[in-house]
């Protein structure tokens, strides 16, 4: 075979391949097309199926640890900011003022984490009493110090903290005694 | 090529087809969780207290455990609960031990917690301090209520300016509570039964036994009612149940324990010839102050005696017989009051106890040597109780006795819910409880704050063991010559065993003739 042919030969194969029908092309076109509209509205869907799914399962827990951060407990990691013992001198005006003289003198004020207050001078055991209870409420602090005869109704007071150093401020308090020993002076943590 | 596509597309089909399932599954789930809250309660370590640590001979550890406030909002507000673990002293395979305390309301006395730590055989001993009380936060305590105590001292149980003070302080007290942002009707013994199923949760006890003293039984049999995994026994010393009506018990338990010292004098003839009948001379003596009230004077304090207060105080020494002495002299003291010229001194012997007590805790509740969260009492007051008890019982059995009437029937507990404004509790919370785990239970017979049929109350445990002790009261600590130790380790060790208690049940004391 001459190149000639050979090369007319070659042609002829080529062109048969591009010859086509356009109709039957037509078809194909459009059935591709639809199944490209079939498979990315069946992912679209898998895609928001799975949010749903990760929404519904996840959504609870992140909703419950944001409120969480929002919902702190009441009181500081291991006991409530105020806790600890602590000391205070009553000069003899101090004491005075109360009516109660003899007041004079060391005092010690412990107060624990599960809200109990323990207050007595460091020698006239008999002015202390027994455990009374306190409260906090943010800055405010209310207790039944010294209750009983020394002390009747609750002595409500703010509160405040700096290093070694806790100073209560009046509010009301119907017990001279107890103002006395408390809003004095600042207490001196021991 | 065509092939391929069709099969992708028909992946994709069942792609889709099981995402929606996960999603209904999800959303099932989603929904679920309102009625089956989903949350881990979580324990963490923290230094002990210095009472905690010194209270016991035990190496002891302390910490946190941190559960929803309201299980029904489990992500919401989170609360903590003390708890402390005394470690055995030697590696043992006894399962450990949960104690929840000894009255509703009341801080561990870690005096008489340690003590009795030191006499169980062997067990941890895991505490946990209720919610509301203690150490655990927030605590509950009422410095209003116990404003008025002085009040207390003075002033007839009825009246108007006092009971008006009362109801002032317990509504201050509630108010700051709400106003800090705590739910009050979280604290009733529904969520704290489940505190001790999460406790044993968050320690992962796979074995484990309870005891508790007093009322807080309620927490422990609401705990029950779940079948908690791994609970193996339970002790409990002068239960309360879920059903018991404070204001009908004071009036049974208390004339139980009378007769109950009525019948202990009659067995012993010195008594019974000098004080032949005690129930008449407990009802004469409440009558004689009732008629003609009198004030005197404990430690520099007034104190006015009328017959409510004696009634109160009575009760009170009932409750509070921790020692044989004090018995010994229980029959000479109540003639005493009833007919003697001068009662002074027993007199000031029965009220004395009221200068140091919780406002109204004298007569009122069982324990009121230590200090009270009194928010976490009327809590479970008016969520579990107050709601479900009968109106009309207190009244009929009071009759025509005043005392009676002004302590109980109309006294100052009735006026606590309306100040005190908390959601009821389901019923179901107050029903009997049916469980297969061993109970032991320790009736003292002298405890007017006892139940007055223990038997018909634990007939829904299939493995129950009474121990009915004459000589007993309401004990915080073991009372000697008796103590609950031995019954109660035998009982640890094989709960499925009747303990042998031949001390307890067989002593009996020889009365004193003179009063206290």
């Given at each position: 075979?001459?190149?000639?042919?050979r090369l007319?030969?070659?042609?002829?194969?080529?062109?048969?391949?591009?010859?086509?029908?356009?109709?039957?092309?037509?078809?194909?076109?459009?059935?591709?097309?639809?199944?490209?509209?079939?498979?990315?509205?069946?992912?679209?869907?898998?895609g928001?199926?799975?949010?749903?799914?990760?929404?519904?399962?996840?959504?609870?827990?992140?909703?419950?640890?944001?409120?969480?951060?929002?919902?702190?407990?009441?009181?500081s990691?291991?006991?409530l900011?105020?806790?600890?013992?602590?000391?205070?001198?009553?000069?003899?005006?101090?004491?005075?003022?109360?009516?109660?003289?003899?007041?004079?003198?060391?005092?010690?004020?412990?107060?624990?984490?599960?809200?109990?207050?323990?207050?007595?001078?460091?020698?006239?055991?008999?002015?202390?009493?027994?455990?009374?209870?306190?409260?906090?409420?943010?800055?405010g602090?209310?207790?039944?110090?010294?209750?009983?005869?020394?002390?009747?109704?609750?002595?409500?007071?703010?509160?405040?903290?700096?290093?070694?150093?806790?100073?209560?401020?009046?509010?009301?308090?119907?017990?001279p005694l107890r103002?006395?020993?408390?809003?004095?002076?600042?207490?001196?943590?021991? | 090529?065509?092939?391929?596509?069709t099969?992708?597309?028909g992946?994709?089909?069942?792609?889709?087809?099981?995402?929606?399932?996960?999603?209904?599954?999800?959303?099932?789930?989603?929904?679920?969780?309102?009625?089956?809250?989903?949350?881990?309660?979580?324990?963490?370590?923290v230094?002990?207290?210095?009472?905690?640590?010194t209270?016991?001979?035990?190496?002891?550890?302390?910490?946190?455990?941190?559960?929803?406030?309201?299980?029904?909002?489990?992500?919401?507000?989170?609360?903590?609960?003390?708890?402390?673990?005394?470690e055995?002293?030697?590696?043992?395979?006894?399962?450990?031990?949960?104690?929840?305390?000894?009255d509703?309301?009341?801080?561990?006395?870690?005096?008489?917690?340690?003590?009795?730590?030191?006499?169980?055989?062997?067990?941890?001993?895991?505490?946990?301090?209720?919610?509301?009380?203690?150490?655990?936060?927030?605590?509950?305590?009422?410095?209003?209520?116990?404003?008025?105590?002085?009040?207390?001292?003075?002033?007839?149980?009825?009246?108007?300016?006092?009971?008006?003070?009362?109801?002032?302080?317990?509504?201050?007290?509630?108010d700051?509570?709400?106003?800090?942002?705590?739910?009050?009707?979280?604290?009733?013994?529904?969520?704290?039964?489940?505190?001790?199923?999460?406790?044993?949760?968050?320690?992962?006890?796979?074995?484990?036994?309870?005891?508790?003293?007093?009322?807080t039984?309620?927490?422990?049999?609401?705990?029950?009612?779940?079948?908690?995994?791994?609970?193996?026994?339970?002790?409990?010393?002068?239960p309360?149940?879920?059903?018991?009506d404070?204001?009908?018990?004071?009036?049974?338990?208390?004339?139980?324990?009378?007769?109950?010292?009525?019948?202990?004098?009659?067995?012993?003839?010195?008594?019974?010839?000098?004080?032949?009948?005690?129930?008449?001379?407990?009802?004469?003596?409440?009558?004689?102050?009732?008629e003609r009230?009198?004030?005197?004077?404990?430690?520099?304090?007034?104190?006015?005696?009328?017959?409510?207060?004696?009634?109160?105080?009575?009760?009170n020494?009932?409750?509070?017989?921790?020692?044989?002495?004090?018995?010994?002299?229980?029959p000479?003291?109540?003639?005493?009051?009833?007919?003697?010229?001068?009662?002074?001194?027993?007199?000031?012997?029965?009220?004395?106890?009221?200068?140091?007590?919780?406002?109204?805790?004298?007569?009122?509740?069982?324990?009121?040597?230590?200090?009270?969260?009194?928010?976490?009492?009327?809590?479970?007051?008016?969520?579990?109780?107050?709601?479900?008890?009968?109106?009309?019982?207190?009244?009929?059995?009071?009759?025509?006795?005043?005392?009676?009437?002004a302590?109980?029937?109309?006294?100052?507990?009735q006026?606590?819910?309306?100040?005190?404004?908390?959601?009821?509790?389901?019923?179901?919370?107050?029903?009997?409880?049916?469980?297969?785990?061993?109970?032991?239970?320790?009736?003292?017979?002298?405890?007017?704050?006892?139940?007055?049929?223990?038997?018909?109350?634990?007939?829904?445990?299939s493995?129950?063991?009474?121990?009915?002790?004459?000589?007993?009261?309401?004990?915080?600590?073991a009372?000697?010559?008796?103590?609950?130790?031995?019954?109660?380790?035998?009982?640890?060790?094989?709960?499925t065993?009747?303990?042998?208690?031949?001390c307890?049940?067989?002593?009996?004391?020889?009365?004193?003739?003179?009063?206290l």
């Amino acid at each position: 075979m001459s190149i000639d042919s050979r090369l007319r030969e070659g042609l002829q194969r080529s062109m048969s391949a591009i010859a086509t029908d356009p109709d039957e092309h037509l078809e194909d076109a459009r059935r591709q097309g639809h199944r490209r509209v079939v498979i990315r509205r069946a992912l679209t869907s898998a895609g928001v199926a799975a949010v749903v799914v990760l929404v519904a399962i996840l959504g609870p827990a992140v909703l419950g640890a944001l409120r969480g951060g929002q919902r702190e407990p009441i009181s500081s990691p291991s006991t409530l900011p105020i806790v600890g013992d602590y000391v205070v001198r009553l000069s003899p005006a101090d004491a005075g003022g109360s009516g109660v003289p003899h007041a004079a003198g060391t005092w010690v004020l412990k107060l624990q984490g599960d809200g109990v207050l323990q207050l007595a001078p460091l020698r006239n055991g008999n002015l202390g009493g027994g455990p009374s209870q306190f409260q906090l409420t943010g800055s405010g602090f209310i207790t039944t110090a010294l209750a009983g005869a020394a002390c009747p109704g609750v002595g409500s007071y703010t509160w405040f903290r700096s290093g070694s150093t806790l100073t209560f401020s009046l509010v009301t308090d119907p017990c001279p005694l107890r103002v006395a020993i408390f809003s004095s002076h600042p207490w001196r943590a021991t | 090529m065509t092939r391929s596509i069709t099969e992708n597309v028909g992946h994709v089909r069942r792609c889709v087809l099981a995402a929606t399932a996960l999603t209904l599954l999800a959303a099932g789930c989603t929904f679920g969780a309102s009625s089956q809250p989903s949350y881990s309660p979580t324990f963490a370590p923290v230094d002990c207290p210095a009472e905690v640590r010194t209270s016991t001979s035990r190496e002891t550890k302390c910490g946190y455990l941190t559960v929803p406030e309201n299980r029904s909002e489990p992500s919401g507000r989170q609360i903590r609960l003390f708890v402390f673990r005394m470690e055995p002293d030697l590696p043992t395979e006894a399962a450990p031990v949960v104690y929840v305390g000894d009255d509703l309301g009341y801080s561990f006395d870690y005096r008489d917690t340690g003590f009795m730590a030191d006499h169980l055989d062997g067990p941890e001993v895991i505490g946990l301090e209720a919610r509301g009380t203690g150490y655990s936060e927030p605590n509950l305590s009422c410095p209003e209520v116990e404003g008025i105590a002085p009040q207390t001292l003075t002033k007839p149980i009825d009246d108007p300016g006092l009971r008006a003070a009362f109801v002032g302080a317990v509504k201050a007290c509630h108010d700051r509570l709400a106003v800090q942002g705590v739910d009050l009707s979280s604290y009733g013994v529904d969520e704290s039964g489940a505190d001790v199923v999460d406790l044993a949760r968050a320690l992962g006890l796979t074995r484990w036994d309870v005891i508790s003293k007093g009322s807080t039984s309620r927490i422990v049999l609401q705990a029950m009612r779940s079948n908690p995994a791994g609970l193996r026994s339970v002790v409990l010393s002068d239960p309360e149940f879920p059903d018991t009506d404070p204001t009908t018990q004071a009036f049974q338990g208390t004339r139980a324990s009378v007769g109950e010292l009525d019948d202990l004098c009659k067995e012993d003839p010195s008594c019974v010839r000098m004080f032949p009948d005690l129930t008449s001379s407990f009802d004469r003596a409440i009558r004689r102050f009732e008629e003609r009230p009198v004030t005197v004077r404990v430690s520099g304090v007034r104190i006015r005696v009328d017959g409510a207060r004696l009634l109160r105080d009575l009760r009170n020494l009932f409750a509070g017989l921790g020692d044989i002495p004090a018995v010994k002299h229980l029959p000479a003291t109540i003639a005493a009051l009833a007919d003697a010229p001068d009662p002074t001194s027993s007199l000031r012997a029965v009220v004395a106890p009221e200068i140091t007590a919780p406002t109204f805790c004298a007569g009122y509740l069982p324990f009121c040597s230590g200090l009270v969260s009194q928010g976490a009492y009327y809590s479970v007051l008016c969520r579990n109780i107050a709601p479900f008890a009968s109106a009309s019982a207190p009244e009929g059995i009071t009759g025509d006795a005043a005392a009676w009437t002004a302590d109980y029937a109309k006294g100052p507990y009735q006026d606590v819910c309306g100040a005190w404004d908390v959601e009821p509790a389901d019923a179901s919370t107050t029903t009997p409880v049916s469980s297969p785990v061993p109970v032991l239970v320790f009736n003292g017979e002298l405890d007017p704050f006892g139940a007055t049929d223990v038997r018909k109350e634990i007939g829904g445990f299939s493995n129950a063991f009474l121990l009915d002790l004459a000589v007993r009261s309401h004990p915080v600590a073991a009372i000697p010559p008796c103590p609950d130790d031995n019954p109660r380790n035998e009982f640890l060790a094989h709960p499925t065993h009747m303990p042998s208690a031949p001390c307890g049940e067989n002593f009996r004391p020889t009365f004193a003739m003179s009063p206290l």
